[in-house]
């Protein structure tokens, strides 16, 4: 028996926050073809659209340490030989089991949005004490570092 599947873990749950992107202003969940093709890598079945977006932004709450009301998915648990395993049917089932695994794990802090307002977009930290904010430090760290120099010589920046 295959535990976790469909591949449920970080860079399910990272790719489902990022379904929404700030940066471009574009929702995937919002085109049915998009969002079709997104469930299909992760094979899983889209599921009600509507209770995606819920369950995505609940999710992107909470990684952003906001309180958040998170819709009731039902997950399906299967015993084999040996192993419990945790599967999930629907794209909302699937962001929802990604994020108990990491929780058990006691991964799910690691898993944020970028501290960019621009950006926002999720990633997982794989830096060993768990502090970075950013997405990228080539993009968005570099952007703010510069902002930051900025303001110190003086210039505004709007």
Not at 44 to 54: C, F, I, N, T, Y
Not at 79 to 103: N, P, Q
Not at 131 to 149: F, H, P
Request: one cysteine or more.
């Amino acid at each position: 028996m295959r535990t976790n599947a469909p591949d449920l873990g970080a860079e399910l749950l990272v790719d489902f926050l990022n379904t929404l992107d700030v940066e471009e202003g574009t929702d995937a969940i919002d085109d049915p073809g998009e969002f079709g093709a997104w469930a299909s890598r992760h094979g899983v079945a889209e599921g009600d659209p509507a209770e995606a977006k819920r369950v995505r932004d609940a999710l992107r709450s909470v990684v952003d340490g906001e309180g958040a009301s998170l819709p009731s998915v039902e997950l399906v648990t299967a015993c084999g030989d040996r192993s419990v395993g945790l599967t999930a049917r629907t794209a909302s089932e699937a962001a929802v089991a990604s994020s108990v695994i990491l929780s058990i794990q006691g991964k799910f802090e690691r898993v944020k949005l970028c501290s960019a307002d621009d950006c926002r977009w999720a990633f997982y930290d794989q830096s060993r004490n768990g502090s970075r904010t950013w997405c990228s430090m080539g993009v968005c760290g570099n952007r703010q570092k510069a902002r930051t120099y900025r303001a110190k010589q003086g210039d505004s920046e709007d």
